[in-house]
């Protein structure tokens, strides 16, 4: 056999190459979606979306761009066989962003046979030799992992430990006022966060994690989890990348990202489990009993129905999950409340017209809040303009193809919903989507249920995140106090000010 030199590698190499970059340029040219629009760079490569991604600035773009397409495809002159599809664009080879209510269900629903996109892959251990209940791509497995624990995040159990979410409160309350006090500006993203921990923390062990005592971030797990957040979302992009990356995250001697927010995470599980097992931690039937201890009992009783691994992932998931997306709700609504006053003084109106007529306690409970109709509309609203995910959440289009918004995707294609897009639809939220305005969920109940259908932040679809029942609760129970604030207006007004220069990005 000759002996390969460089001098006969070399063309072979050189041919490949050759042949990847021909099939690249003449591919979307023969595809069947050659004809959806998006930025010329996307046809090609993945590196558009990524560099969109690493600037934070890809919901305002996918936004904008499915704003410029629509407006093409709606004009009278283009309404024909060969008009653009406005609310299709593409963001890479083959992913596509999609902005139409029906495809909701037909993405995320139930038995569509959508299987999560490589993207999710990120958000994993990739040595680990099963999944956790966010990266799992299978619908199937994924709901029988939910059903698991499903229990401890309904509306009712949720109730059950109200009094955690009173306990921060009141403390994040007392904060708030030491700073309107000393009439300094406080960072409110900042100690959002440090509420939504300490939260998570009673709910999931029984005890604050320390974050509002301090005012700290306890163990450097805030920006540990924003590191792990931001590499998620970037090397899902380019996934095959993933396990890699991990590995030299591993060997690396500074513990960050999500290394870092599983060692926290263990740590609080282990400290419980040690108190739980020396007895030091007795029931107490007026305590409310929270996740942990719940499902130890479970194990305890059945432990193949729920395993040490389940706990482990239920913990790992609420401190990196539940804790980023509620403190930005928390913070967003804030933003809005003072960029727009007549709103924070209507919102006002409303519980002390509640106060008055005894309809509402101190501390506002969950079950009383859901019945102030403008504070649902307020926080529904601020959810809409400021959604906690900006990407589009990709699903694997299933063996048989599918059509969406008008136009079919083969087999394998990559497509999907960005909250982002689907609150700027002006068919569905009308043409002043851009303004802050509550009373749009006030208005006919007919108009209300198509935006409801589209409110793409709390979900009925099974394939979204847990612990969203969380942050419902949350939301209401600490907002309503929060804003309760008419007998220190006065008071409140220089840190309400504070919060005024930004809103959190993603």
């Known amino acids: 056999m000759e002996r390969l030199t460089a001098s006969t590698i070399w063309p072979f190499v050189a041919v490949c190459v050759l042949c990847w970059i021909l099939t690249t340029l003449i591919r979307p040219f023969v595809s069947p979606l050659r004809r959806v629009p998006g930025p010329l760079l ?13 600037r934070s600035t890809f919901p305002k773009t996918n936004t904008e761009l499915h704003k410029k397409y ?11 066989s060969n008009s653009l599809p406005g609310p299709i664009v593409r963001i890479a080879p083959n992913e596509y962003s999609i902005d139409d209510p029906a495809a909701v269900k037909l993405i995320y629903g139930s038995g569509r046979g959508f299987f999560k996109s490589p993207w999710y892959q990120a958000s994993g251990n990739p040595y680990s030799t099963t999944t956790n209940i966010f ?8 709901a029988a992992a939910r059903r698991k624990i499903a229990s401890a995040y309904s509306m009712t159990s949720l109730v059950q430990v109200e009094p955690f979410v009173d306990e921060c409160t009141a403390l994040f309350i007392q904060k708030m006022d030491e700073f309107a006090s000393s009439g300094a500006s406080v960072d409110i993203a900042h100690w959002m966060q440090c509420f939504a921990f300490d939260v998570i923390g009673q709910m999931t062990v029984g005890e604050r994690f320390g974050f509002l005592d301090s005012g700290n971030d306890v163990q450097g797990v805030m920006a540990s989890l924003s590191d792990y957040l931001d590499y998620c979302a970037r090397v899902g992009i380019f996934s095959e990348w993933h396990k890699t990356l991990y590995n030299r995250l591993k060997q690396s001697k500074k513990l960050t990202g999500v290394l870092n927010v599983r060692k926290f995470a263990v740590t609080q599980l282990q400290a419980k489990y040690g108190k739980l097992e020396s007895d030091e931690e007795k029931a107490d039937p007026k305590k409310p009993t929270d996740f942990i201890t719940k ?18 992932t239920v913990c790992v998931m609420n401190v990196g999950a539940g804790s980023d997306t509620t403190s930005i709700a928390f913070t967003a609504a804030l933003f809005y409340l003072v960029k ?6 209507r919102l006002r109106e409303e519980i002390r017209d509640f106060e008055a007529r005894g309809l509402i306690s101190d501390p506002i409970s969950f079950s009383e809040a859901q019945k102030m109709p403008y504070t649902q509309a307020v926080i529904k609203e601020a959810l ?9 959440l990709g699903r694997v289009v299933p063996p048989a193809g599918a059509t969406l918004a008008g136009q079919f995707f083969p087999p394998g294609t990559i497509v999907g919903i960005n909250s982002w897009v689907a ?19 006030l208005e006919e109940e007919d108009v209300v249920k198509k935006r409801d259908a589209y409110f793409m932040v709390v979900s009925s679809t099974p394939l979204i995140f847990l612990t969203e029942p969380v942050q419902a609760h949350n939301y209401l129970s600490v907002w309503s106090r929060f804003t309760d604030l008419h007998r220190k207006e006065h008071q409140y007004h220089g840190a309400l000010q504070g919060t005024s220069a930004s809103c959190p990005s993603l």
């Open 42 to 54: 996307a046809r090609y490569t993945r590196l558009w979306l990524f560099n969109e991604t690493y």
């Open 70 to 80: 629509g407006q093409i495809h709606f004009l009278a002159f283009y309404r024909s």
């Open 135 to 142: 990266s799992e791509p299978n619908p199937h497995l994924h």
């Open 295 to 312: 499902f130890l009992r479970i194990h305890n009783q059945e432990p193949s129905k729920i395993t040490k691994d389940d706990i482990s």
């Open 340 to 345: 727009y006053p007549r709103v924070l003084g």
């Open 384 to 392: 809409r303009m400021h959604p906690a995910t900006g990407l589009i």
């Open 423 to 441: 609150h700027a639809n002006q068919e569905v939220f009308g043409p002043d989507v851009d303004v802050f305005r509550p009373e749009r969920w």
